[in-house]
Antibody, heavy 118, light 110 residues
């Protein structure tokens, strides 16, 4: 059973940044991609972007291209999501998901709640 | 507005069968595999169907998927109260070069 363990809940001020981590085992990390999906309160799933570990190649949904950075640390077998210039609209649950080369997400983290409030 | 279109809600009674539709276009469903996810209240999404119709181990055969052209469907037979959840379709979009989700369907089992 693949486990993706995300960092804990965050409360941030508007205009600040947040970094969320997603750690898994070496076996689960290798030969997969890692993605971030957010879910605002009461809303649906929204794809943000993903990374190919080992190559550092990233892709982002257009909406997030200027405010989001996704990285992967191969030695730590961890993927990261950084969101800059937070606004109240960024208050959401953020999920990491492991991707396959058939473009589906076979394992999900438990979610990290990010609350943006002054 | 989601790239993939799903009915916002459906309701049915235990034992009934339901079909959840997912409509897209040539650059997404028409050209790529579709996957489906189940999100029970307060939990992370879980993979239900991949590669249009394949089930991961542990997913009962009451759940089945299919694709035709630019649309996909998720069928659930013999509904149970535990199937009450939000269901999302997803695929890759060649024009956007990223993954895309449907808006989700809230299934109520009365």
């Amino acid at each position: 059973q693949v486990q993706l363990v995300q960092s804990g809940a965050e409360v941030k001020r508007p205009g600040s940044s947040v970094r969320v981590s997603c750690k898994t085992s070496r076996d689960a990390f290798t030969r997969h991609t890692f993605h971030w999906v957010r879910q605002a309160p009461g809303r649906g799933l929204e794809y943000m972007g993903g990374v190919v570990p080992g190559y550092g190649k990233t892709s982002y949904a257009q909406k997030f291209q200027d405010t989001v950075t996704i990285t992967a640390d191969d030695s730590a077998t961890t993927a990261y999501l950084e969101v800059k210039w937070l606004t109240s609209d960024d208050t959401a649950m953020y999920y990491c998901a492991r991707g396959t080369f058939s473009n589906y997400f076979d394992s999900w983290g438990q979610g990290t709640l990010v609350t943006v409030s002054s | 507005q989601s790239v993939l279109t799903q009915p916002p809600s459906l309701s049915a009674t235990p034992g009934q069968n339901v079909t959840i539709s997912c409509s897209g276009s040539g650059s997404n469903i028409g050209d790529h595999y579709v996957s489906w996810y189940q999100q029970l209240p307060g939990t992370a999404p879980k993979l239900l169907i991949y590669d249009n119709h394949e089930r991961p181990s542990g997913i009962p055969d009451r759940f089945s998927g299919s694709k035709s052209g630019t649309s996909a469907t998720l069928d659930i037979t013999g509904l149970r109260t535990g199937d009450e959840a939000d269901y999302y379709c997803a695929t890759f979009d060649s024009s956007l070069s990223v993954g895309v989700f449907g808006g989700g369907t809230k299934l109520t089992v009365l």
